[in-house]
Structures are given as structure tokens and as C-alpha cells.
């Protein structure tokens, strides 16, 4: 067990809807990442926030933002979901922004 | 922009067979290299880290190599086991200012009993 948690487990949206899912990092952890895993791929960047901050961002569109809170918990956010954002979420703590990152269950979501 | 690539895709090999899992990265300033494992539907759990200035790690049946120069990683699984089935995936992690890690695709192990 890494101690980060997800929530949901899974969850079902429609095309055009708007999505949070969150996720709440070891205790002290103050860098949250997020990746997103289609079937059959590897994870792919998202973003990373540090100390509330975004930290850097990956090749997602301007609809999938995020929120981390000064409590270790963080949120990402879909809008406008499309059939493609269909994929497993993970959310990964650190220390630091360079330190090993724990990952967490993940989210599977589906849009239909 | 780093690009992560293993090879092969998947992999079958008996039980009590020693396996090496391959993984090849295109940029060689990278900060680490990380293998996870990933059971079916389930989130990553970390096997072994390497910083970008060792060589090998250990844990147990697992070792873990680093080259650089070459931009290759290999796992190597001594004595593998059924419950050694998972899908195996490295990450490479850039240097500071680019600390995203950069996945591979995976290899998916099964030991056959």
C-alpha cells in the first residue's frame, strides 16, 4: 500500500459532461502528478502541482484542469468529456517535485 | 522529447525460468529510471529505482540495470513464480525542470505453471 487513495473507483459519464476525480497523497507529500492510461498504453502526463501550484503540464488540452489542496488532497477536472477521455486515471505523490512518486488505484473512467 | 519503448510487447516463458525485461529510452539526460508493475485494471506499484548515477539495483529476485550511454534499462526476474504475471513498465524521469515521468507501453508478463 503506497497510502494514496482515489476516489471513484470507476465511474460512467455522457459526452459533454464534466467530471472530477480525486485523489488524497501520503501525509507530508507536497507534489501530486496525474497521468492518464488508455487500454493497452502506458501512462501519459497530465500535470503536477506543487504547493498548490501547477508545476508543469503534458500535451492535454486546457479542459482537464486541477486543484490541489493545502489538506494533500487534489483534484482533477474534465470538461466537455469526450469518448477518448475514456481511460484509467492515476494520481502519484512525492516529497518533492524530483522525488519518487507513489502512486495510487486509479480512477477507470468511461464516457459513452 | 523523450520517447520510452519495450520490447516485446508480451511475453510467456515457465515458472522457475530466469527472464529479462527490456526497456530503451531516446534521451539520455535523464534524472532516474523507475520499473513498475501494474496487475489488470489496478494502479502502478514501484519495483526499483535507479538514479542516473548507479548502475543496478536489487530487491529480492528482481535487478534492475541502467546504461545511459546506450538509453537502455533491463528487469531481470530470477527464478520467475505465477504471481510474477503482471504487466512490467518503465519510466524515465527527466532532470530537473522536466520532472514528468516518460512511460514505456509494457511488457505483459505470463509464467506459465
Known amino acids: 500500500e503506497t497510502g494514496v487513495t482515489q476516489s471513484p473507483t ?5 459526452r459533454g459532461q464534466q467530471v472530477t476525480l480525486r485523489c488524497s497523497s501520503q501525509s507530508g507529500h507536497n507534489t501530486v502528478s496525474w497521468y492518464q492510461q488508455a487500454l493497452g ?15 508543469g503540464r503534458g500535451n492535454f488540452p486546457p479542459r482537464f484542469s486541477g486543484l490541489q489542496f493545502p489538506n494533500y488532497s487534489s483534484e482533477l477536472n474534465v470538461n ?5 477521455d475514456s481511460a484509467l486515471y492515476l494520481c ?15 480512477t477507470r473512467l468511461t464516457v459513452t | 522529447k523523450q520517447e520510452v519503448t519495450q520490447i516485446p510487447a508480451a511475453l510467456s516463458v515457465p515458472e522457475g525460468e530466469n527472464l529479462v525485461l527490456n526497456c530503451s529510452f531516446t534521451d539520455s539526460a535523464i534524472y532516474n529510471l ?9 494502479g502502478l506499484t514501484s519495483l526499483l529505482l535507479i538514479q542516473s548515477s548507479q548502475r543496478e539495483q536489487t530487491s529480492g529476485r528482481l535487478n534492475a ?27 524515465a524521469r ?3 525542470g522536466n520532472e514528468k515521468l516518460t512511460f514505456g507501453t509494457g511488457t505483459r508478463l505470463t509464467i506459465i505453471p
Open chain 1, 10 to 14: 470507476h465511474l460512467i459519464k455522457t
Open chain 1, 41 to 55: 498504453q502506458g501512462p501519459q502526463f497530465i500535470f503536477q502541482y506543487y504547493r498548490e501550484e501547477e508545476n
Open chain 1, 80 to 84: 466537455a468529456l469526450e469518448l477518448d
Open chain 1, 92 to 106: 502519484a505523490s512525492s516529497w518533492d517535485r524530483d522525488t519518487e512518486q507513489y502512486f495510487g488505484p486509479g
Open chain 2, 34 to 42: 523507475q520499473w513498475f508493475r501494474q496487475d489488470p485494471g489496478k
Open chain 2, 65 to 91: 540495470s541502467l546504461d545511459k550511454s546506450s538509453g537502455r534499462s533491463t528487469l531481470y526476474i530470477a527464478a520467475s513464480q505465477p504471481g510474477d504475471s503482471a504487466t512490467y513498465l518503465c519510466a
Open chain 2, 94 to 96: 527527466g532532470n530537473f
